[in-house]
Protein backbone atom coordinates (compact mmCIF):
# COMPACT_ATOMS: atom_id res chain seq x y z
CA UNK A 1 0.00 0.00 0.00
CA UNK A 2 1.47 3.48 -1.16
CA UNK A 3 2.30 5.53 2.23
CA UNK A 4 0.01 8.40 1.07
CA UNK A 5 -2.92 5.78 0.99
CA UNK A 6 -2.67 4.86 4.83
CA UNK A 7 -3.46 7.94 6.48
CA UNK A 8 -6.44 8.43 3.88
CA UNK A 9 -7.54 4.68 4.95
CA UNK A 10 -6.79 5.13 8.18
CA UNK A 11 -8.84 8.90 8.73
CA UNK A 12 -11.70 8.14 6.20
CA UNK A 13 -12.27 4.43 6.44
CA UNK A 14 -10.98 3.00 9.74
CA UNK A 15 -11.80 6.14 11.74
CA UNK A 16 -15.34 6.41 10.07
CA UNK A 17 -16.18 2.86 10.98
CA UNK A 18 -15.22 3.32 14.35
CA UNK A 19 -17.07 6.31 14.67
CA UNK A 20 -19.75 4.39 13.74
CA UNK A 21 -19.43 1.88 15.96
CA UNK A 22 -19.33 4.39 18.68
CA UNK A 23 -22.43 6.03 17.89
CA UNK A 24 -24.49 2.82 17.54
CA UNK A 25 -22.87 1.74 20.77
CA UNK A 26 -24.31 5.16 22.60
CA UNK A 27 -27.88 4.89 21.18
CA UNK A 28 -28.04 8.21 20.05
CA UNK A 29 -31.40 9.07 18.45
CA UNK A 30 -30.71 11.01 15.53
CA UNK A 31 -27.71 9.81 13.55
CA UNK A 32 -26.96 12.00 10.71
CA UNK A 33 -25.32 15.02 12.44
CA UNK A 34 -23.31 11.87 13.08
CA UNK A 35 -22.90 10.67 9.21
CA UNK A 36 -22.09 14.36 7.80
CA UNK A 37 -19.26 15.51 10.42
CA UNK A 38 -16.78 17.22 8.42
CA UNK A 39 -19.81 19.38 6.75
CA UNK A 40 -21.64 18.94 9.88
CA UNK A 41 -24.37 22.07 9.49
CA UNK A 42 -27.64 21.65 8.50
CA UNK A 43 -27.46 25.12 6.96
CA UNK A 44 -24.42 24.49 4.88
CA UNK A 45 -25.93 21.66 3.40
CA UNK A 46 -29.39 23.12 2.56
CA UNK A 47 -27.36 25.63 0.46
CA UNK A 48 -25.92 22.76 -1.16
CA UNK A 49 -29.17 21.54 -2.15
CA UNK A 50 -30.55 24.36 -3.38
CA UNK A 51 -27.68 24.58 -6.03
CA UNK A 52 -28.53 21.30 -6.96
CA UNK A 53 -32.26 21.99 -7.69
CA UNK A 54 -33.02 19.26 -5.08
CA UNK A 55 -36.61 18.26 -5.11
CA UNK A 56 -38.51 14.92 -4.54
CA UNK A 57 -37.55 11.86 -6.86
CA UNK A 58 -34.32 13.59 -7.60
CA UNK A 59 -32.09 11.59 -8.65
CA UNK A 60 -28.88 12.31 -6.91
CA UNK A 61 -24.81 10.72 -6.91
CA UNK A 62 -23.21 11.61 -3.87
CA UNK A 63 -19.42 11.54 -4.44
CA UNK A 64 -17.27 10.37 -1.86
CA UNK A 65 -20.40 10.24 0.61
CA UNK A 66 -18.43 8.88 4.03
CA UNK A 67 -20.88 7.88 6.62
CA UNK A 68 -23.44 8.94 4.10
CA UNK A 69 -25.00 11.98 6.53
CA UNK A 70 -25.49 14.01 3.84
CA UNK A 71 -27.04 11.64 1.44
CA UNK A 72 -29.29 10.38 4.25
CA UNK A 73 -30.50 14.29 5.00
CA UNK A 74 -30.61 14.97 1.39
CA UNK A 75 -33.54 12.36 1.44
CA UNK A 76 -35.28 13.17 4.03
CA UNK A 77 -35.66 16.44 3.71
CA UNK A 78 -36.17 16.88 0.16
CA UNK A 79 -37.00 13.38 -0.77
CA UNK A 80 -34.57 12.64 -3.22
CA UNK A 81 -33.38 9.45 -4.39
CA UNK A 82 -29.37 9.22 -3.57
CA UNK A 83 -26.97 6.68 -4.15
CA UNK A 84 -23.67 6.95 -2.69
CA UNK A 85 -20.25 6.04 -3.28
CA UNK A 86 -17.00 6.20 -1.67
CA UNK A 87 -13.60 4.54 -2.28
CA UNK A 88 -13.18 3.69 1.71
CA UNK A 89 -14.68 0.19 2.48
CA UNK A 90 -14.84 1.09 5.91
CA UNK A 91 -16.50 4.10 5.50
CA UNK A 92 -19.28 2.60 3.56
CA UNK A 93 -19.68 -0.02 6.21
CA UNK A 94 -19.97 2.34 8.61
CA UNK A 95 -22.47 4.54 6.38
CA UNK A 96 -24.68 1.07 6.32
CA UNK A 97 -24.11 0.49 9.88
CA UNK A 98 -25.50 4.00 10.45
CA UNK A 99 -28.25 4.00 8.10
CA UNK A 100 -29.19 0.48 7.19
CA UNK A 101 -31.67 1.42 4.29
CA UNK A 102 -28.95 3.38 2.40
CA UNK A 103 -28.15 3.03 -1.05
CA UNK A 104 -23.85 3.51 -0.81
CA UNK A 105 -21.62 1.42 -2.91
CA UNK A 106 -17.80 0.65 -2.92
CA UNK A 107 -16.26 2.37 -5.81
CA UNK A 108 -13.60 5.23 -7.38
CA UNK A 109 -14.70 8.88 -8.08
CA UNK A 110 -12.54 8.57 -10.96
CA UNK A 111 -14.20 5.02 -12.43
CA UNK A 112 -18.03 5.42 -11.30
CA UNK A 113 -19.84 1.93 -11.28
CA UNK A 114 -22.62 3.67 -13.08
CA UNK A 115 -24.26 4.57 -16.69
CA UNK A 116 -23.90 7.58 -18.41
CA UNK A 117 -26.50 9.79 -17.89
CA UNK A 118 -27.67 7.95 -14.41
CA UNK A 119 -27.99 10.78 -12.59
CA UNK A 120 -29.83 14.24 -12.03
CA UNK A 121 -27.63 16.15 -9.45
CA UNK A 122 -24.47 15.36 -8.16
CA UNK A 123 -22.56 16.72 -4.99
CA UNK A 124 -19.02 16.04 -3.38
CA UNK A 125 -18.61 17.22 0.19
CA UNK A 126 -14.27 17.45 0.74
CA UNK A 127 -14.02 14.88 -1.32
CA UNK A 128 -11.82 16.63 -4.47
CA UNK A 129 -9.00 17.53 -1.88
CA UNK A 130 -8.39 13.84 -1.10
CA UNK A 131 -7.83 12.96 -5.27
CA UNK A 132 -4.82 14.24 -7.00
CA UNK A 133 -6.15 13.80 -10.60
CA UNK A 134 -9.67 15.96 -10.31
CA UNK A 135 -9.65 16.35 -13.79
CA UNK A 136 -10.23 12.56 -14.42
CA UNK A 137 -13.00 12.69 -11.04
CA UNK A 138 -14.79 15.31 -13.31
CA UNK A 139 -14.58 13.66 -16.67
CA UNK A 140 -16.83 10.42 -14.36
CA UNK A 141 -18.84 13.32 -13.29
CA UNK A 142 -20.07 14.81 -16.40
CA UNK A 143 -20.44 11.19 -18.10
CA UNK A 144 -22.77 9.97 -15.29
CA UNK A 145 -24.96 13.20 -14.92
CA UNK A 146 -27.93 14.13 -18.00
CA UNK A 147 -27.72 17.03 -19.96
CA UNK A 148 -28.34 19.79 -17.73
CA UNK A 149 -27.85 18.11 -14.48
CA UNK A 150 -25.81 20.11 -11.87
CA UNK A 151 -22.79 19.71 -9.88
CA UNK A 152 -21.94 20.77 -6.57
CA UNK A 153 -18.44 20.74 -5.04
CA UNK A 154 -17.56 21.86 -0.99
CA UNK A 155 -14.18 21.89 -0.68
CA UNK A 156 -10.97 23.19 0.93
CA UNK A 157 -8.54 24.81 -1.26
CA UNK A 158 -5.48 26.72 -0.67
CA UNK A 159 -5.37 30.77 -0.07
CA UNK A 160 -1.55 30.60 0.75
CA UNK A 161 1.67 29.90 -1.33
CA UNK A 162 2.46 27.43 0.82
CA UNK A 163 1.43 25.09 3.15
CA UNK A 164 3.97 23.52 5.59
CA UNK A 165 2.70 20.07 7.23
CA UNK A 166 -0.18 19.71 5.16
CA UNK A 167 -2.09 16.38 5.99
CA UNK A 168 -0.80 13.74 3.46
CA UNK A 169 -3.99 12.53 2.33
CA UNK A 170 -4.80 16.19 1.45
CA UNK A 171 -4.06 17.62 -2.20
CA UNK A 172 -5.35 21.50 -1.52
CA UNK A 173 -5.35 22.98 -4.85
CA UNK A 174 -5.82 26.89 -5.75
CA UNK A 175 -9.21 27.69 -6.45
CA UNK A 176 -8.53 28.83 -9.88
CA UNK A 177 -6.68 25.76 -11.00
CA UNK A 178 -8.98 23.62 -9.43
CA UNK A 179 -12.75 25.45 -11.39
CA UNK A 180 -9.85 25.09 -14.56
CA UNK A 181 -9.43 21.14 -14.29
CA UNK A 182 -13.55 20.71 -13.63
CA UNK A 183 -14.11 23.08 -16.91
CA UNK A 184 -11.24 21.18 -18.76
CA UNK A 185 -13.10 17.72 -18.35
CA UNK A 186 -16.53 19.53 -19.71
CA UNK A 187 -18.29 21.12 -17.28
CA UNK A 188 -19.59 24.58 -17.09
CA UNK A 189 -18.56 26.34 -13.87
CA UNK A 190 -22.13 28.45 -13.32
CA UNK A 191 -19.97 29.49 -9.90
CA UNK A 192 -17.08 29.52 -7.94
CA UNK A 193 -15.94 31.24 -4.70
CA UNK A 194 -16.28 30.92 -0.75
CA UNK A 195 -18.52 28.85 0.84
CA UNK A 196 -21.43 30.66 2.76
CA UNK A 197 -20.49 31.62 6.47
CA UNK A 198 -23.42 29.12 8.15
CA UNK A 199 -22.03 29.85 11.70
CA UNK A 200 -21.40 27.26 14.61
CA UNK A 201 -23.15 24.47 13.90
CA UNK A 202 -27.09 24.53 16.49
CA UNK A 203 -26.29 22.05 19.65
CA UNK A 204 -28.34 19.47 18.56
CA UNK A 205 -25.40 18.72 15.65
CA UNK A 206 -22.52 19.36 17.51
CA UNK A 207 -23.11 17.84 21.33
CA UNK A 208 -23.81 14.30 19.95
CA UNK A 209 -20.22 14.62 17.25
CA UNK A 210 -18.61 15.53 20.86
CA UNK A 211 -19.97 12.86 22.32
CA UNK A 212 -19.24 10.33 19.85
CA UNK A 213 -15.28 11.76 19.68
CA UNK A 214 -14.92 11.22 23.46
CA UNK A 215 -16.36 7.51 22.96
CA UNK A 216 -13.73 6.64 20.05
CA UNK A 217 -10.86 8.59 22.05
CA UNK A 218 -12.23 6.02 24.76
CA UNK A 219 -12.16 2.69 23.16
CA UNK A 220 -9.38 3.43 20.73
CA UNK A 221 -7.12 6.33 21.81
CA UNK A 222 -3.91 4.06 22.95
CA UNK A 223 -4.22 2.71 19.18
CA UNK A 224 -1.37 3.98 16.48
CA UNK A 225 -3.83 4.20 13.66
CA UNK A 226 -6.27 6.39 16.19
CA UNK A 227 -2.99 8.48 16.84
CA UNK A 228 -2.11 9.03 13.07
CA UNK A 229 -5.75 9.53 12.07
CA UNK A 230 -5.80 12.34 15.09
CA UNK A 231 -2.66 14.06 13.90
CA UNK A 232 -4.19 14.30 10.62
CA UNK A 233 -7.33 15.91 11.45
CA UNK A 234 -5.12 18.28 13.87
CA UNK A 235 -3.00 19.41 10.66
CA UNK A 236 -6.07 19.71 9.00
CA UNK A 237 -7.84 22.23 11.68
CA UNK A 238 -3.93 24.15 11.72
CA UNK A 239 -4.09 25.14 7.93
CA UNK A 240 -8.01 26.19 8.63
CA UNK A 241 -7.13 28.65 11.51
CA UNK A 242 -4.27 29.87 10.13
CA UNK A 243 -6.32 30.74 7.24
CA UNK A 244 -3.96 28.68 4.35
CA UNK A 245 -6.59 26.56 3.38
CA UNK A 246 -10.24 28.00 3.22
CA UNK A 247 -13.94 26.20 2.04
CA UNK A 248 -15.07 27.12 -1.10
CA UNK A 249 -18.02 26.18 -3.20
CA UNK A 250 -18.64 25.55 -6.97
CA UNK A 251 -21.44 25.09 -9.29
CA UNK A 252 -21.01 23.48 -12.15
CA UNK A 253 -23.31 21.90 -15.34
CA UNK A 254 -22.82 19.71 -17.93
CA UNK A 255 -24.05 21.09 -20.96
CA UNK A 256 -26.73 20.22 -23.16
CA UNK A 257 -25.16 20.83 -26.47
Same mark, same amino acid.
Given at each position: MQSDVIPLDLEFGWHAECVAEAAVGLGLGDLVPIGCRGSGHPLLLAHLAAQIGARPGLRVLDGGSGLGGPMTWLGREYGCSVV? =??LMEGAVRGALRLFPHSLVLVGSLTDLPFGAGAFEAAWTIGSLSTIPDTHA =? *? $?ELRRVLVPGGRLAVYDFVAV? +? +?LPDAPVANVFQRPQALAARLGAAGLRVLASGPAPYVGPAPA *?? $?EPVLAVDREVARRRGHDPRYQL +? =? $??RVAFDRLWVGGQIAPWLLVLERPCG
Open positions: G =VD =V *A $RA +A +A *AW $R +A =V $RE
